[in-house]
């Protein structure tokens, strides 16, 4: 299976199938949660069935990427999709729990759980393969 990946400048998507990880490294805020939403709806509108929101390497997040992660979840249940967060940092993890997002959205340590806690007929990323893009999209 080909994998696909797609640079949506700031949060880059990778592909396989109908499953995308979308890497939302570094600080997501004000200045760029909307960035942020409009990639994930981006590829839940592209047909994405599994999403994962890749924050493994998020340095902070406050309530407006919060907000951009609870409509994506809301975009996805409408459209039959699943999401799922790869969150590393304890920081991350405590803000998501405190504002109850981890009862909406099911959080994994890392991409590969993530991928791995997806419904069974969903194609799935090899996790080795899962990159961040330049500023093109390229085929691996």
Do not use: C, Y
């Amino acid at each position: 299976m080909a994998v696909v990946v797609v640079s949506e400048e700031r949060f880059p998507a990778t592909w396989s199938g109908r499953t995308t990880v979308v890497t939302a490294a570094g600080e997501i805020d004000l200045t760029n949660a909307e960035s942020l939403r409009e990639a994930l709806l981006s590829a839940l509108n592209a047909g994405a069935l599994g999403l994962v929101v890749d924050m493994t390497a998020t340095t902070f997040i406050d309530s407006a990427g919060v907000t951009a992660l609870v409509r994506a979840s809301r975009r996805a249940r409408d459209s039959a999709a699943t999401v799922r967060l790869a969150v590393a940092a304890p920081s991350i993890l405590r803000v998501l729990n405190l504002v109850g997002i981890d009862q909406l959205i099911k959080v994994r340590p890392s991409v590969t759980e993530a991928l791995a806690s997806l419904p069974p007929q969903l194609t799935v990323i090899d996790s080795s393969t899962h990159t961040p893009s330049g500023p093109d999209a390229t085929e691996t």
